[in-house]
């Protein structure tokens, strides 16, 4: 296997417009949170503890619409219209049943508030933006079905100007919502999420205006000749996002949860923990989107049957993956100091966030790997590995590791939450060997089956 120069430019191509995309989103959470913040702090608290019920649980039912990737990628590949047809459409019923699910589990959020043992003001106002953003949900799916279509035949970047619009209604919609302007009522932080079920449905509309003017998905007809629900088709589709949901469940509870088993070492430790996990989530976004890239270019591939094109692009994507990573991390680590500054103007804080900043350069190179297998395992269409060695690798290692070396005098000093960050990078490290072999083991696979 050899590095391919025109396979890295390819998927950097198809990468940064999905990049820019994800920035863009995580911009909104960005306006959400500086905007709540002005109306007060009870605002700003209850705005967090809403997202932090109500994020892990829409994330990880994307997590299931997100096979579709893969799926349209192959068909593309080997120039299967029907088949795109099919399973877009069939992942429009699943789309339903899973904002049924949606509705479902906002019924239990009042349960889970109340055990959270804050002011009934702060939980009226979370569960209050649970109400407003549940009517969202659907939008978010369609939304994530459609962008799933035209990344997979090779069109990332309606994903980023989609973005933007969601952007600016986002903002919009807050001034309203938040403040009560032109008439409306001022709901507060719970107005952020009657501004994003908003957003959602304005970014499904925007992808559904763009799908009818795009030629390339307009040849598609997606929308007619619209088929029943086929229990086989819906099932395969979720068979294959399952991994993937629960893999994203993993990880956002991993790092959700963590706050709360240092909560008790006191403000430095959380404030220190939460910059160095709110950059290492904006660095995230790099090999996420080439990740997104590769399950796009491995599934073309794929279906075109280009084996030794396939095997020359995977080893190329980890090539890259590898190289970005430690570009990424070296000038993280480089500015570590002036990143969390710009954080806080507390001492103990900002020496905190910085030791902690650098476990997180440590673990981009693991992570990178490991986010680039999950790609070209979608875009294989072999997804079951995932759940097993993400659930073992961030959990059964990762956090026990990093509660022991936290919390416990077992294996050294209780470190705080450092410890816990070590942790992390012995789960991802992990995690990356495992997914590493699994594609090698599916790659050798098809190669034999195909000779």
Same mark, same amino acid.
């Given at each position: 296997?050899?590095?391919?120069?025109?396979?890295?430019?390819?998927?950097?191509?198809?990468?940064?417009?999905?990049?820019? &995309?994800?920035?863009? /989103?995580?911009?909104?959470?960005?306006?959400?949170?500086?905007?709540?913040?002005?109306?007060?702090?009870?605002?700003?608290?209850?705005?967090?503890?809403? $997202?932090?019920?109500?994020?892990?649980?829409?994330?990880?039912?994307?997590? *299931?619409?997100?096979?579709?990737?893969?799926?349209?990628?192959?068909?593309?590949?080997?120039?299967?219209?029907?088949?795109?047809?099919?399973?877009?459409?069939?992942?429009?019923?699943?789309?339903?049943? /899973?904002?049924?699910?949606?509705?479902?589990?906002?019924?239990? $959020?009042?349960?889970?508030?109340?055990?959270?043992?804050?002011?009934?003001?702060?939980?009226?106002?979370?569960?209050?933006?649970?109400?407003?953003?549940?009517?969202?949900?659907?939008?978010?799916?369609?939304?994530?079905?459609?962008?799933?279509?035209?990344?997979?035949?090779?069109?990332?970047?309606?994903?980023?100007?989609?973005?933007? @619009?969601?952007?600016?209604?986002?903002?919009?919609?807050?001034?309203?919502?938040?403040?009560?302007?032109?008439?409306?009522?001022?709901?507060?932080?719970?107005? +952020?999420?009657?501004?994003?079920?908003?957003?959602?449905?304005?970014?499904?509309?925007?992808?559904?205006?763009? +799908?009818?003017?795009?030629?390339?998905? +307009?040849?598609?007809?997606? /929308?007619?000749?619209?088929?029943?629900?086929?229990?086989?088709?819906?099932?395969?589709?979720?068979?294959?996002?399952?991994?993937?949901?629960?893999?994203?469940?993993?990880?956002?509870?991993?790092?959700?949860?963590?706050?709360?088993?240092?909560?008790?070492?006191?403000?430095?430790?959380?404030?220190?923990?939460?910059?160095?996990?709110?950059?290492?989530?904006?660095?995230?976004?790099?090999?996420?989107?080439?990740?997104?890239?590769?399950?796009?270019?491995?599934?073309?591939?794929?279906?075109?049957?280009?084996?030794?094109?396939?095997? $020359?692009?995977?080893?190329?994507?980890?090539?890259?993956?590898?190289?970005?990573? @430690?570009?990424?991390?070296?000038?993280?680590?480089?500015?570590?100091?002036?990143? &969390?500054? *710009?954080?806080?103007?507390?001492?103990?804080?900002?020496?905190?966030?910085?030791?902690?900043?650098?476990?997180? +350069?440590?673990?981009?190179?693991?992570?990178?790997?490991?986010?680039?297998?999950?790609?070209?395992?979608?875009?294989?269409?072999? $997804?079951?590995?995932?759940?097993?060695?993400?659930?073992?690798?961030?959990?059964?290692?990762?956090?026990?590791?990093?509660?022991?070396?936290?919390?416990?005098?077992?294996?050294?000093?209780?470190?705080?939450?450092?410890?816990?960050?070590?942790?992390?990078?012995?789960?991802?490290?992990?995690?990356?060997?495992?997914?590493?072999?699994?594609?090698?083991?599916?790659?050798?696979?098809?190669?034999?089956?195909?000779?």
């Amino acid at each position: 296997m050899k590095f391919s120069h025109w396979e890295s430019k390819r998927l950097l191509q198809l990468a940064t417009p999905v990049f820019f &995309a994800q920035i863009t /989103l995580i911009l909104m959470s960005v306006v959400d949170t500086m905007m709540a913040g002005q109306v007060s702090a009870n605002d700003l608290a209850a705005l967090s503890i809403a $997202t932090g019920v109500w994020n892990p649980l829409t994330f990880s039912l994307q997590g *299931l619409i997100l096979a579709l990737t893969g799926i349209v990628a192959h068909c593309h590949g080997a120039n299967d219209r029907s088949g795109i047809k099919y399973y877009f459409q069939q992942s429009i019923y699943l789309a339903l049943l /899973l904002t049924l699910a949606g509705f479902a589990l906002a019924e239990f $959020t009042p349960l889970i508030f109340e055990r959270l043992g804050t002011t009934e003001s702060i939980t009226s106002l979370s569960q209050q933006y649970i109400d407003f953003v549940k009517w969202g949900v659907m939008g978010f799916l369609l939304f994530s079905i459609y962008r799933n279509v035209t990344e997979g035949v090779g069109l990332t970047k309606p994903a980023f100007y989609i973005s933007i @619009v969601g952007l600016i209604v986002n903002v919009f919609a807050n001034y309203v919502f938040i403040y009560g302007k032109f008439g409306m009522p001022a709901y507060g932080s719970a107005g +952020c999420g009657l501004a994003t079920a908003l957003v959602f449905w304005a970014m499904a509309i925007s992808q559904w205006i763009y +799908c009818n003017r795009s030629k390339t998905m +307009c040849a598609l007809s997606l /929308l007619s000749d619209f088929a029943n629900p086929q229990p086989s088709g819906i099932s395969y589709i979720a068979r294959l996002g399952i991994p993937i949901c629960l893999a994203t469940f993993f990880e956002v509870t991993l790092f959700a949860c963590i706050p709360l088993f240092i909560a008790d070492l006191g403000a430095i430790a959380v404030s220190g923990h939460q910059i160095a996990a709110n950059v290492t989530a904006i660095l995230f976004m790099m090999p996420l989107s080439l990740s997104m890239a590769i399950a796009i270019r491995i599934g073309n591939l794929a279906g075109q049957q280009a084996y030794e094109q396939l095997r $020359t692009a995977i080893f190329t994507s980890f090539c890259l993956a590898a190289i970005i990573s @430690v570009f990424v991390a070296l000038i993280t680590l480089i500015g570590r100091d002036s990143i &969390a500054w *710009l954080y806080t103007n507390n001492d103990e804080v900002a020496l905190l966030a910085s030791s902690i900043i650098v476990l997180a +350069c440590v673990y981009q190179l693991p992570d990178a790997l490991q986010v680039a297998a999950h790609g070209v395992l979608r875009g294989l269409k072999y $997804t079951k590995p995932i759940t097993y060695i993400t659930f073992v690798s961030y959990w059964l290692i990762g956090f026990s590791l990093g509660y022991i070396l936290a919390k416990t005098n077992l294996i050294v000093p209780a470190m705080g939450a450092i410890g816990f960050w070590i942790g992390i990078i012995v789960g991802l490290t992990v995690a990356a060997v495992f997914l590493l072999l699994s594609v090698r083991a599916r790659l050798a696979y098809i190669l034999a089956d195909n000779q």
